[in-house]
């Protein structure tokens, strides 16, 4: 099997690689991927794979049954949404859509499971069970498309028993992977607040109230919440990214505007926080005179990979690849939707490498120069193909 798996990622890769620019060069926002979604659609039509389109809005539920389908059920994610941002890559492939670019690599998770459930339908006949491929729209958009595939039903009719996914890294030179149990992304939440008071002169701030000062004190105050209340061996991050408020020189502004985003690896502690955070923003606001709005969006939760799954995925990898290019990955406080779906059923979400020092491709996700060595994508369908079938 494993050799079959080498051989067939080894012939198909440049047909994924065609695919994976042809995605690159045509992304769109979370939940508007609908030339997206007819593209893999007419993929899978291609391959004799049936599937079932239109799960929150434009995602795709694909299935292949082995023998004995019911035995065992594994899932496979890809995310297919782009960011906006303008892509500053002079490729051949470079993003026709203004404003509109692939920076965080769905086009290489898409295609890398589009490879692998190309290579896991031809071996259909020679392992038992189904798997799921799971094909998502709006991972970078709250609520999330997880959250609304897991609503509609995704993890259900059949309930997988473990579902896998990838993710690029371009600090992993490609060829290896990175795998890490337990806790390993952040929750991500948003914080929106309003400062309100009477403006006035500058120099008559005994007649007004200090809206800027109001902010400024909460902007650290709320610091120091997050850093004397938090169990220190629990990461946990607490950033104020906007701050709003006034025009001109003399003039306090009769309103101040907020938001930032928390960060925490611990459930318990991150909704303890929110209510810390709201304690204190209205008892800062209070003090001082001023009124004061506070939402907290609640986001993605932490992700959560199974430690028996992880282990097992994490050997199938190092069965297919060798043991010296599989490895460790660090805990991420960043966020992933994925994370929704590691709280329903056991989860492995793990690293494929994609940097190349060598050639200069260093740029990370989320930046305009943003792009991969395409050999990962051989690496990734045909690793993903092996642990599906191995599971």
């Not at 782009?82 to 769905?106: D, Q």
């Not at 955070?277 to 003090?287: D, F, N, V």
């Amino acid at each position: 099997m494993k050799n079959r798996i080498k051989e067939l990622a080894k012939a198909y890769a440049p047909e994924f690689t065609a695919v994976r620019r042809h995605l690159h060069s045509h992304p769109e926002l979370s939940f508007q991927e609908f030339k997206t979604t007819a593209f893999i659609q007419e993929q899978l039509t291609a391959f004799g794979v049936p599937f079932q389109a239109g799960i929150a809005g434009t995602g795709i539920i694909a299935l292949i049954e082995g023998k004995n389908p019911a035995s065992k059920v594994i899932a496979l994610r890809a995310d297919i949404d782009a960011l906006p941002i303008t892509e500053a890559n002079e490729v051949s492939y470079k993003s026709t859509n203004p404003g509109v670019m692939h920076a965080c690599g769905h086009d290489v998770h898409t295609s890398c499971v589009l490879g692998a459930t190309k290579i896991l339908n031809e071996l259909k006949d020679q392992f038992e069970g189904t798997i799921k491929v799971l094909f998502q729209p709006g991972e970078e958009k709250h609520p999330g498309g997880a959250s609304i595939m897991i609503e509609e039903g995704a993890l259900e009719n059949p309930r997988p028993d473990a579902i896998l996914g990838l993710h690029v890294h371009p600090s992993l030179e490609v060829g290896k992977l990175g795998f890490r149990a337990g806790k390993y992304m952040a929750s991500a939440d948003e914080i929106y607040i309003t400062i309100k008071g009477k403006g006035g002169h500058a120099a008559q701030p005994h007649l007004t109230v200090d809206t800027i000062l109001v902010a400024s004190q909460l902007v650290v105050s709320l610091q120091q919440i997050i850093s004397r209340n938090n169990n220190p061996f629990s990461p946990s991050v607490l950033s104020i990214c906007a701050f709003n408020g006034g025009f001109t020189t003399n003039v306090i502004p009769s309103e101040v505007k907020l938001m930032g985003t928390f960060r925490a690896m611990d459930e318990t502690w991150r909704f303890k926080a929110h209510e810390l955070i709201r304690k204190q923003a209205i008892g800062i606001a209070e003090a001082m005179g001023a009124e004061i709005d506070i939402e907290i969006l609640v986001g993605y939760p932490t992700l959560y990979n199974n430690e028996v799954v992880t282990s097992k995925a994490r050997n199938f990898a190092t069965d297919y690849l060798g043991k010296e290019l599989v490895g460790d990955t660090e805990i991420r406080m960043g966020a992933e939707d994925f994370a929704f779906y590691s709280q329903v059923v056991p989860a492995c979400f793990f690293r494929l490498g994609t940097g190349n020092i060598a050639r200069g491709i260093t740029s990370g996700v989320h930046t305009p120069t943003f792009d991969i060595d395409e050999q990962a994508i051989e690496v990734g369908m045909g690793t993903m193909a092996y642990l599906a079938t191995q599971f």
